[in-house]
């Protein structure tokens, strides 16, 4: 699996996690849906393709402000819990980040 395809399958993760147990939904909510969209958009046409950084070690931000703020919230929630709810993909993005310093 490409770097970027692992890079959307945790975002979405990330996503989803927030919107089931944060917001309450089953589905994602409209809101929760345009900003996996914007982030697919946004990891699609990544500079540094298939050499990236996770996203937080990354010297360009290439959301809108408004999105990152939103991703912001999205990530301080989900990211310590996806180590219960996708404890491999955690790990591994986790060992990808430290491995990249």
């Known amino acids: 699996m490409s770097r ?4 959307k399958r945790i975002v979405e993760q990330m996503i ?3 919107c ?3 917001e309450g939904n089953r589905e ?3 809101a929760c849906k345009a900003l996996l ?8 046409h990544c500079p540094f393709g298939e050499g990236k950084n996770t ?5 360009v931000h290439c959301y809108k402000r408004d999105m990152r703020e939103q991703m912001r919230q ?5 990211g310590p819990r996806m180590l219960w709810v996708h ?5 591994r993005h986790l060992w990808r980040e430290f491995c990249t310093r």
């Open 37 to 44: 969209a914007y982030a697919h958009a946004r990891l699609e």
């Open 16 to 18: 989803r996690l927030y």
């Open 87 to 91: 404890p491999v993909a955690a790990l």
């Open 55 to 59: 996203c937080r070690l990354c010297p």
């Open 4 to 7: 970027i395809a692992q890079e």
């Open 28 to 30: 994602l909510c409209p």
């Open 74 to 78: 999205v990530m301080r929630y989900a």
């Open 20 to 22: 089931r147990r944060k």
